[in-house]
C-alpha cells in the first residue's frame, strides 16, 4: 500500500499505460517492456503523459469521425430495410403507398421541358460526375492576372522544387529498406552514411526552400501590390540553389562532408550559393516590399522578410569558424539545427499560410493581431531552444535548462498560430469537404498543433531519457517536416497553379497524392514512435544493445513498407504538376501592372 | 515613432537585431567560453596522425549518422563508459581539421549503433574491428550496420606482403579460394582511431560527476538495493565482452576466433592457463587472430566469474577459480595495473 494517495493514483494509472503499451508491443511482437524497479512511474512524467494526451486526442478525433460516418450508414440501412407496417396511412391524403408499391420519379417538382441558361449564369452542369467513386470537389474557375515573368518564376522554381522532392524521398526510402536489408549493396556513394544526409539536405534545401521561396515570390507581388523588382536576381537565386544541392549531394556521396553535423553536412564551398541565393532573394523580396502600394505591410510578409533575414545570420553563425573548436562546435550545432528547422522553414511557411489560407478560404485572416503575437513569441522562443538537442550532454546545464523552458514556451507561438488558422476556418467546414486544396490545409494545421507540442514534450528531461538517440526523433521530424511543412506547400501550390495555369490536375490523382501521404506519413511516424519507445524502455531497463536493435527491426520493416505510400504519393505529385503547368491557357488580356517609379 | 505596420525598414531591422542578440547570448557567447575554457585532461594522449587520418574516415563515412560519443550523466549510460563525458574529452578529436571542413560533429544525435566513447576499450581486438568493418554480420548476427567493402581489397594469397593486415574472414565466407581480404590504408587508419577510443583517466584525487539515477515513481531516484554489491554475473561479462569475438553460443568463428565450447585451454583442470590469457592475451595461435589483454578492462571479480562461467557452460566441466588466484597473477602478468 503505498501511503500517499496521490502516489497511489499514479501509479496505478502508470500501470494501466504500461499495461496498454505492452499489449501494443505485444502485438507489434516485442514482448520486451518487463517489470522492472528502474522504469517504474515513467509513464507519469509530465512530458510522456502530455504526449499521450496528444495522441490520445489524435485517436479521439478519429474515432469521433468514424463512429459519426459508421452511424450514418446504419442508419441509412436500417430505414432501407424497415419494412412497412400493414394497414399503416404511410402517404398524403390517407393514401397506402406501401401497398400500392408507389414510388416517386424524381421529377414531380420539375417539368419536363429543355432546361436553357439564357443568361449564362450555369458555368458547368452535368448529371454525370467524372467519377462516381469519390467525391466530386469544387473546380477552380478563377483566374489570376499574373505577369508572364512572375508566372514562369514560380512555376520553375516549384518544378525544380518538385524534381528535389522526387529524388530526396527516392533516397530516403532506399535508406528505409536499408534498416531491414542492410546487405542491399556494397557500393561507397550509396552506403547508409554517406546516402542519409543526402535524403534530409535534398528535402530541406532542395525541395522545402525552393517551393517555399517559389511561393513566396507570389505572395510578396500580390500582397504588395506591385510586381516583383528584380526577376533576373529570382532565377539567379534559383540557379544558385539547385547548383549548392547539385555540388553538395555530389560531394556527400563522394564522402566529402563538412564534419557531420545534421543539416550542415555540405563543404562550405558547396552551401555558399545557397547563402548567396539567400541574400539575392532577401534583397528582391525587400524591394518589392518598399514598392508596395499600399500603406500595411501584410503580416505574410513580415514572415517572408524576418525569416530570410534570420536563415542568412543562422547560417553565418553556423559556418564561421572562430567558435568552433571543442564543445564550442556542439553549441552551435544545437543552435543551427534547430534553427534551420523553426527559422526557416516554419517561419517562412507559417508566412505562406497566412497568405493562401485565408485566399483560398476567400475570406481575411481571423486575427492579425495573433498573427504578430505569433510572430515576435516565435522569435523570442525558437532562437533559444536549440541545445534541447544535447540534453544530458557535456554542455552547460544551464543552456540545456534554457533550452527545456523556452521549449515549453513554444507553446504560445503555436497555440496562437494554429487557433488563429483554425479560427479563419471556422464557419467553412463545409468548405474542407468540397476543396481538395484545404484539406492539406487542414493536416499541415493539425500537425502543426500537434507536432510541435510533441516537440515540446519531448524536450523535457525524462522523455529525454526514453526517446533521445532512438527513432523517436526520425518520427518527430517528420511529423513537422513533412506533417507541416510538406503538406501546407501542397496546399499552396494547389492553390495557386490552377489559377495561374487555368489548368486543373486531375481530382482523383490530388485525392490519390492527398491519402497516400497522409496514411503513409501517420503509419510512419506511429511505427517510428512505437519502435523508439520499446527501445528507449530496453535501453533504461539495461537490455543488451544488439538485443533492441533486433527489437527495433519489426518497427523498420512496417516504417520502409508504408513509407513507400510517401514516395507513391510523390510520383502523384509529379504528375500532377506537370498536368497543372503543361500548356498553361492563355493569360486574359488584361494589362499587368506597370512599376512605378517611387 | 517606429510602425512595424508601415515602415518596412524598422520591421526588418527591429527583427533581425533581436534575433542577433538572442543568437549571440543563447549560441556565439556560450560558444566561444567553451572554445576558450578548453584543456586537455593530464593523462589524455595526443592523436597519432594516423588516428587523424582514421578520424576524418569516420567523418566521410558519415559514421556520426547512427554512432553517439557522449557518455551522458544518466544511469542508462553507464554501459558506455566508466564516467559521464566531459569537455576535455574532445579536446583532440574536435578540432577543425582543415579550411574546408568544420569541426566534426562526434556527440551525434542517433544512437541506431552503440556508442563509441571506450570502444577502445570495450573491443581491443583489431582481428574484430577489421572483421566487423569487412562485413558486421559475420561476427554480431543481427547488426544493421552496412558493409565497408571498399575499404579492404582481394588479393591473390601469394601476393600478401608480410606488412598486410589480414583479415580473418571465415573460411567458408571467402567467395573465391586462393584470395585473401587485406585492409587498405583507410581501414587501418580507421580502426587505430576506433581502437584509440578510451575514455581518459581523470587526475588523482578529482571525482568523477555523478550519472543521475533514472527517477522512479513520483520523479524521485529508486534507491540502489541495500546491503553488499551483488554478485558479478559472468554470464553478463560474458555477452558484454567475449561474446563479440567467441561469439554468444561459444562457438568462435573458424578462421577468426577460436571457440571456447570444448577448448583444452578451457576445460584444462588448472585454470592457471586460462587466467593468464584472459589478463595478459594471447597470440601466435595459427589460424586464429591475436587476444587483446583484459587486464584493464576487467576487475580480479569479473574476470574470475566469467571463466566460472565459461567453465561450466556450452558443454565444459572444468573446477572453478576465484578472484584471489586472478589477483595473485595479475601481479605477475600485468604488474602495472595491480595497482
Not at chain 1, 276 to 302: C, G, M, P, Q
Not at chain 1, 575 to 580: I, L
Not at chain 2, 326 to 332: H, L, P
Request: one cysteine or more; a neutral charge; charged letters at 15%.
Amino acid at each position: 500500500m503505498s501511503p500517499l494517495p496521490v502516489s497511489g493514483f499514479w501509479d496505478r494509472t502508470g500501470t494501466r499505460w504500461r499495461i496498454l503499451i505492452t499489449t501494443g508491443a505485444i502485438a507489434l511482437g516485442t514482448p520486451m517492456l518487463a517489470e522492472s524497479p528502474k522504469t517504474a512511474g515513467w509513464t507519469s512524467s509530465p512530458g510522456v503523459v502530455g504526449t499521450m494526451v496528444i495522441l490520445g486526442l489524435v485517436l479521439f478525433v478519429a474515432a469521433l469521425i468514424i463512429t459519426a460516418r459508421v452511424s450514418v450508414l446504419i442508419n441509412d440501412a436500417k430505414l432501407k430495410r424497415k419494412a412497412p407496417s400493414p394497414g399503416a396511412v404511410d402517404g398524403p391524403n390517407g393514401i397506402h403507398l406501401a401497398g400500392t408499391g408507389y414510388r416517386l420519379r424524381g421529377d414531380e417538382l420539375g417539368g419536363t421541358a429543355e432546361a436553357v441558361d439564357g443568361k449564362s449564369l450555369i458555368s458547368r452542369a452535368t448529371s454525370e460526375p467524372d467519377n462516381p467513386l469519390v467525391d466530386e470537389k469544387i473546380y477552380s474557375r478563377l483566374r489570376l492576372d499574373v505577369p508572364r515573368e512572375l508566372q514562369n518564376l514560380v512555376v520553375a522554381y516549384l518544378a525544380t522544387s518538385t524534381f528535389w522532392l522526387v529524388f530526396g524521398t527516392l533516397v530516403g526510402e532506399y535508406l528505409g529498406l536499408k534498416f531491414v536489408f542492410p546487405d542491399m549493396d556494397e557500393v561507397s556513394w550509396l552506403s547508409f552514411g554517406r546516402l542519409r544526409p543526402v535524403h534530409t539536405n535534398t528535402v530541406f534545401w532542395g525541395w522545402a526552400s525552393l517551393a517555399m521561396i517559389g511561393l513566396g515570390y507570389f505572395v510578396i507581388a500580390r500582397t504588395s501590390r506591385t510586381v516583383i523588382h528584380n526577376y533576373r536576381a529570382g532565377w539567379w537565386g534559383l540557379g544558385l540553389i539547385n547548383l549548392s544541392i547539385l555540388a553538395g549531394n555530389l560531394c556527400l556521396m563522394a564522402g566529402i562532408n563538412n564534419g557531420g553535423g545534421e543539416y550542415r553536412e555540405y563543404i562550405w564551398p558547396a552551401m555558399l550559393p545557397f547563402a548567396l541565393a539567400l541574400i539575392i532573394t532577401f534583397r528582391n523580396f525587400y524591394n518589392t516590399v518598399k514598392r508596395r502600394k499600399v500603406a500595411e505591410i501584410y503580416v505574410s510578409n513580415w514572415y517572408l522578410l524576418a525569416s530570410l533575414v534570420w536563415t542568412i545570420v543562422v547560417a553565418t553563425i553556423g559556418y564561421l569558424p572562430m567558435f568552433q573548436d571543442g564543445l564550442g562546435e556542439t553549441v552551435i550545432q544545437g543552435y543551427y539545427m534547430h534553427m534551420g528547422v523553426g527559422i526557416w522553414f516554419m517561419t517562412f511557411t507559417l508566412g505562406l499560410v497566412y497568405y493562401y489560407l485565408p485566399s483560398a478560404l476567400n475570406k481575411p485572416i481571423y486575427s492579425y493581431s495573433l498573427g504578430v503575437l505569433a510572430f515576435w513569441t516565435q522569435v523570442l522562443f525558437y532562437t533559444l531552444i536549440g541545445t534541447h538537442h544535447f540534453v544530458f550532454s557535456p554542455l552547460p546545464w544551464w543552456l540545456q535548462t534554457v533550452a527545456i523552458v523556452f521549449s515549453v514556451g513554444m507553446f504560445i507561438p503555436v497555440f496562437a498560430g494554429t487557433a488563429n488558422f483554425l479560427l479563419t476556418m471556422k464557419g467553412s467546414w463545409s468548405a474542407i469537404g468540397r476543396s481538395y486544396v484545404l484539406p492539406f490545409f487542414l493536416v499541415g494545421v493539425v500537425f502543426y498543433c500537434l507536432g510541435s507540442s510533441q516537440g515540446s514534450f519531448q524536450a523535457m528531461r525524462f522523455t529525454q531519457n526514453i526517446w533521445h538517440f532512438t527513432d523517436f526523433n526520425v518520427a518527430h521530424s517528420h511529423m513537422t517536416m513533412y506533417g507541416i511543412v510538406t503538406f501546407i506547400l501542397w496546399a499552396c501550390i494547389y492553390a495557386l497553379l490552377p489559377k495561374m495555369t487555368g489548368r486543373e490536375p486531375s481530382q482523383t490523382m490530388v485525392g490519390a497524392h492527398f491519402w497516400l501521404a497522409f496514411i503513409g506519413l501517420f503509419a510512419y511516424t506511429v511505427s517510428l514512435m512505437a519502435g523508439g519507445t520499446v527501445k528507449g524502455i530496453a535501453w533504461l531497463e539495461g537490455v543488451p544493445f544488439i538485443d533492441t536493435v533486433i527489437a527495433t527491426r519489426g518497427y523498420w520493416t512496417w516504417g520502409a513498407m508504408v513509407g513507400s505510400l510517401m514516395f507513391m504519393a510523390h510520383l502523384i505529385v509529379a504528375w500532377n504538376f506537370v498536368a497543372m503547368v503543361r500548356n498553361p491557357l492563355p493569360v486574359p488580356q488584361t494589362k499587368a501592372l506597370e512599376p512605378q517609379t517611387p | 515613432m517606429i510602425n512595424f505596420h508601415k515602415d518596412h525598414a524598422n520591421l526588418v531591422n527591429v527583427a533581425l537585431l533581436v534575433f542577433a542578440l538572442l543568437s549571440t547570448g543563447i549560441a556565439v557567447a556560450p560558444a566561444l567560453t567553451m572554445q576558450d575554457n578548453n584543456a586537455p585532461l593530464p593523462d589524455m594522449p595526443k592523436m597519432t596522425d594516423q588516428e587523424r587520418r582514421g578520424l576524418s574516415i569516420y567523418v566521410a563515412e558519415g559514421c556520426i549518422g547512427c554512432h553517439t560519443q557522449q557518455v551522458r550523466n544518466i544511469e542508462m549510460d553507464k554501459t558506455w563508459g566508466d564516467r559521464p563525458s566531459m569537455p576535455s574529452d574532445y579536446f583532440y578529436s574536435k578540432e577543425r581539421p582543415n579550411i574546408w571542413q568544420a569541426t566534426p560533429s562526434l556527440l551525434g544525435s542517433e544512437r541506431t549503433g552503440p556508442d563509441l566513447t571506450n570502444v577502445g576499450k570495450r573491443q581491443a581486438s583489431e582481428a574484430w574491428q577489421m572483421l566487423h568493418l569487412y562485413n558486421p554480420r559475420l561476427v554480431v548476427k543481427g547488426s544493421v550496420m552496412p558493409r565497408y567493402g571498399w575499404l579492404f581489397q582481394e588479393v591473390d594469397s601469394a601476393r600478401v606482403k608480410p606488412a598486410d593486415v589480414v583479415v580473418a574472414v571465415p573460411a567458408d565466407q571467402v567467395d573465391k579460394p586462393g584470395t585473401k581480404v587485406i585492409a587498405t590504408d583507410h581501414a587501418k587508419d580507421l580502426v587505430a582511431y576506433l581502437l584509440s577510443l578510451k575514455q581518459a583517466p581523470l587526475p588523482s584525487g578529482t571525482v568523477a560527476p555523478e550519472f543521475i539515477a533514472t527517477p522512479g515513481p513520483n520523479g524521485k531516484p529508486v534507491p540502489a538495493a541495500a546491503g553488499t554489491p551483488a554478485a558479478v554475473d559472468g554470464a553478463a561479462v560474458f555477452s558484454q565482452v567475449c561474446a563479440a569475438c567467441h561469439q554468444p553460443d561459444a562457438k568462435g568463428l573458424p578462421g577468426a576466433f577460436p571457440p571456447l565450447a570444448g577448448s583444452p585451454v578451457v576445460n584444462d583442470k588448472d585454470a592457471l592457463k586460462m587466467v593468464d590469457i584472459v589478463l595478459g592475451g594471447y597470440s601466435g595461435r595459427p589460424g586464429y587472430g591475436p587476444m587483446p589483454p583484459q587486464a584493464e578492462n576487467l576487475n580480479n571479480e569479473e574476470i574470475a566469474a566469467v571463466i566460472n562461467y565459461v567453465k561450466s557452460h556450452f558443454g565444459n566441466e572444468a573446477p572453478a577459480t576465484d578472484a584471489a588466484t586472478v589477483k595473485s597473477q595479475r601481479a605477475v602478468i600485468a604488474p602495472q595495473t595491480a595497482k
